[in-house]
């Protein structure tokens, strides 16, 4: 009996492999219909979206000639016309105010540069500098001449201007801050 049973252990295991395999193959085959169903229903998908993407295109061509036909293009170009004209007012306006406040200033840091020492003029920014490069640099070139004309008249009692020995001391700072400002 034992022959026997072996025998039958045996045919199962063997059955049981070839099952094994023909599920394997089997789901392998199920996988790989998966797959092209799959890449199938993508290519439609695409089909579909261009198509879409056509069927967007010729309603807005069509959109654009009836818009065209009912001169709302016209209007438009009307409007838009008008903001640009009133934009460019706008910045003409803004460029001469600009204009006459940089000539305004240009006078004064004229006058300011021209009472400012010569050691501290030399360091002046160029003609073509921009006015807030001017007023930054007159700004701290006033207080380095204000520190200049301290450090001098402390030097040996005469105020380095004048030349004068015992002049008010509050007289002398009034005096130069008055020169130097805009």
């Known amino acids: 009996m034992s022959d026997t049973t072996e025998d ?6 063997t059955a049981t492999e070839a099952s094994d395999e023909q599920l394997r193959d089997a789901g392998k085959a199920a996988l790989q219909k998966e797959r092209d169903r799959a890449k199938a229903a993508e290519a439609r998908i695409r089909e579909l979206e261009t198509a879409q993407a056509e069927r967007d295109a010729q309603a807005k061509r069509e959109a654009d000639a009836k818009a065209a036909e009912e001169g709302r ?4 170009a009307e409007k ?25 200033f240009s006078k004064d840091y004229e006058a300011a540069l021209k009472n400012l020492p010569e050691i501290i003029r030399e360091f002046a920014p160029s003609e073509d500098a921009s006015v807030a490069t001017k007023s930054a640099w007159l700004t701290k070139a ?5 520190k200049l004309e301290k450090a001098s008249a ?5 105020n380095p201007k004048t030349g004068a020995v015992g002049i008010d001391e509050d007289a002398a700072k009034a005096a130069s801050r008055s020169k130097f400002s805009l």
């Open 8 to 13: 039958q252990t045996q045919d199962a295991a």
């Open 80 to 104: 838009r016309d008008a903001d640009l004209s009133t934009t460019s007012k706008e910045l003409e306006s803004t460029k001469a105010e600009r204009d006459a406040l940089s000539e305004y």
């Open 142 to 146: 006033k207080a380095q001449a204000d």
């Open 73 to 76: 293009w016209k209007d438009l």
């Open 154 to 158: 402390k030097g040996n009692g005469q």
